[in-house]
């Protein structure tokens, strides 16, 4: 008996399905990733900064909250 193979796996756009093209799912996935990865804490330089809001970034080790972009803590822009 010959077996199936698995689909690939689709990782963070699996709610999506079959909709809205391979492109805006590829730049999807990469804003996606970039925002959920650990960022690196402004004050106490831990690996601890999540995001709670649009632009609005908290580290979960010294309690520090500010704003930043709305998908990473520093923006090109911002950055002088």
């Known amino acids: 008996m010959v077996r199936r193979r698995k689909t690939k796996k689709v990782?963070?756009?699996?709610g999506l399905g079959a909709r809205y093209g391979s492109?805006?799912?590829k730049r999807y996935i990469k804003v996606l990733s970039e925002?959920?990865?650990?960022h690196k804490c402004p004050q106490c330089g831990s690996e601890s900064i999540?995001?709670?809001?649009?632009?609005v970034w908290n580290c979960r080790k010294?309690?520090?909250t500010f704003t930043g972009g709305a998908y990473t803590?520093?923006?090109k822009l911002g950055v002088v």
């Open 73 to 75: 803590p520093v923006t």
């Open 11 to 14: 990782g963070m756009t699996r």
């Open 23 to 25: 492109t805006v799912r």
């Open 62 to 64: 010294c309690g520090l």
């Open 50 to 55: 999540r995001r709670e809001s649009v632009g």
């Open 35 to 38: 925002t959920k990865k650990a």
